[in-house]
Each structure stands twice: as C-alpha cells, then as structure tokens.
C-alpha cells in the first residue's frame, strides 16, 4: 500500500463515495467495464465497495485474446461476476456481406458503421432498463475528453452518466494496479496504453498521446466509437504516454 499518495487515496475516497451513493441512489446501475486500465481499477473499487453495482462488458467479436484472457482472470481473482454482451449476428452480417470484413478502414463513415454494429447497439441493449451507468474514462485521455464531469446526464442514453476517475492520472491508476495487485490486460506491459479491437489499436511509442494507438489513421478529433458521444471538445494538447505499467 506504500504507493498510494495522500493525494492518491483521496482521490479514491471520492471514487468509493461517489459509487456508493449511486449504489443508494439509483435502483439500477450499471458499470460499463471496458477492461482497460482504469476499468480493472473501477472493477476492483466495485467488487470490493459497492457490489450492488452490476458490471458489464461488450465483445464486438474483434477483441484482442488478451482482453478475452483478463476478463476470465478478473472475474476469478476478485470473484466477481461480469455479464457479456454480444453483437447481433444479424447485424454483423449484413455489414460484412455489405463492406468487407475489414471495412473500417476505408473511411470514417465505415468505421462508425462498425463501431454502430458491434458497440453502439450492444452498448444500448445492455443499459436499457437502468437509471443510470458508469465508466473508467478520464480527462487526461483524450482530446474528445476534456470537459469529462464526475456526474453528467447523458442525454443520448436518457439517463446518468459517472465517471468516477474523471480526475485521476495514469500514474495514479497504474499505481492503484499495483497496490492492489489488480490483474490488468497484459497488452500493456507491451506499449499499449489504450485497447481496443484488436484491428482498430496498435502500440504507441514514447511521448505520444495516449490514445494515439486508437484508429490510427483518422484525425485526432474524430476518435471516438459512438459509446462516449457527449465528450467531445476542442482540440488542446495532451499529455503524452508515459509508459507507466506495473
Ligand atoms: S473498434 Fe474497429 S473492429 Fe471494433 S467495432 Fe469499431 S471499427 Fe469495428
């Protein structure tokens, strides 16, 4: 536990303060686990101080093996229980049949198309029937995540959105990680600080944006999947990857 700063633990005081009383507030609320860094980090806080918050993941049929290894890991390890949503087969079809297996690199319009087919709609059908959900996104992430608040109404979802690590760092998650001894996807001991589907994320060098291993070849401002639409904002400089692992 000697890694947790006093800054550090107060910021996961306000994390478990801020899901326990979602837990208490809200008659269903769901965790959207991406399995990412923070995501594990938010695993671990829900399984451990707020079990009542149900947890889900979505497996758009592209994830790198490793994702799919760490989710059987961190169900295990922490006994906890992550419900599996899946695309519509239908709809996944008829995409391919459509544009091609690989599509998404042809153009921005194909990639949302993908991202539409195997997480939009498998995102709405897993939250459909809640009040509220939560993510592991923060505001150093990203460009498109800037103005990203604790609590927000997500007006897309009709419903309330927290982001509980909102104003943690990535050296504070990976520390939280490695206090906890927290299973994480073993990508990023291999450069990738942000993971996705495993055709849409590759590994990012030193000194580049931590989500610059996400849809590569598109502009900076346009990399979001359809999941987090309200977070957008102008473009600003960000922090650059540290390579921070365990
Ligand atoms: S990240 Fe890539 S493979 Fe995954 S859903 Fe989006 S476009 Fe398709």
Same mark, same amino acid.
């Given at each position: 536990?000697?890694?947790?700063?006093?800054?550090?633990?107060? +910021?996961?005081?306000? =994390? *478990?303060?801020?899901?326990?009383?979602? @837990?208490?507030?809200? %008659?269903?609320?769901?965790f959207? #686990?991406?399995?990412?860094?923070?995501?594990?980090?938010?695993?671990?806080?829900?399984?451990?101080?707020?079990?009542?918050?149900?947890?889900?993941?979505?497996?758009?049929?592209?994830?790198?093996?490793?994702?799919?290894?760490?989710?059987?890991?961190?169900q295990? +390890?922490?006994?906890? =229980? *992550?419900?599996?949503?899946?695309?519509? @087969?239908?709809?996944? %079809?008829?995409?391919?049949?459509? #544009?091609?297996?690989?599509?998404?690199?042809?153009?921005?319009?194909?990639?949302?198309?993908?991202?539409?087919?195997?997480?939009?709609?498998?995102?709405?059908?897993?939250?459909?029937?809640?009040?509220?959900?939560?993510?592991?996104?923060?505001?150093?992430?990203?460009?498109?995540?800037?103005?990203?608040?604790?609590t927000?109404?997500?007006?897309?979802?009709?419903?309330?959105?927290?982001?509980?690590?909102?104003?943690w760092?990535?050296?504070?998650?990976?520390?939280?990680?490695?206090?906890?001894?927290?299973?994480?996807?073993q990508?990023?001991?291999?450069?990738?600080?942000?993971?996705?589907?495993?055709?849409c994320?590759?590994s990012?060098?030193?000194?580049?944006?931590?989500?610059?291993?996400?849809?590569?070849?598109?502009?900076?401002?346009?990399?979001?999947?359809g999941?987090?639409?309200?977070?957008?904002?102008?473009?600003?400089?960000?922090?650059?990857?540290?390579?921070?692992?365990?």
């Open positions: 536990m000697s890694d947790i700063s006093p800054e550090l633990q107060a +910021k996961i005081d306000h =994390s *478990i303060a801020l899901l326990q009383e979602a @837990a208490g507030k809200y %008659e269903r609320v769901t959207a #686990n991406s399995l990412g860094a923070e995501d594990v980090v938010l695993t671990h806080l829900i399984a451990t101080k707020a079990p009542a918050i149900s947890m889900f993941c979505l497996d758009t049929g592209r994830l790198p093996e490793e994702t799919l290894t760490l989710l059987a890991d961190i295990q +390890k922490l006994s906890c =229980s *992550i419900q599996v949503y899946y695309p519509e @087969a239908a709809d996944v %079809e008829a995409y391919v049949s459509e #544009n091609g297996i690989n599509a998404f690199y042809e153009s921005v319009e194909l990639r949302k198309g993908c991202c539409f087919v195997r997480k939009v709609k498998p995102l709405k059908r897993a939250l459909s029937g809640h009040d509220a959900w939560i993510t592991g996104i923060r505001r150093e992430q990203s460009v498109t995540r800037d103005n990203v608040a604790f927000e109404r997500d007006l897309g979802n009709d419903m309330d959105k927290l982001n509980p690590l909102a104003d760092t990535e050296k504070e998650v990976w520390a939280y990680i490695r206090a906890f001894d927290v299973p994480y996807n990508l990023h001991d291999r450069h990738y600080p942000s993971i996705g589907c495993a055709p994320t590759r990012v060098t030193m000194g580049e944006d931590v989500r610059s291993g996400r849809w590569w070849w598109e502009n900076e401002e346009l990399r979001e999947c999941l987090h639409p309200g977070s957008s904002s102008p473009l600003k400089p960000r922090p650059e990857v540290s390579m921070l692992k365990p």
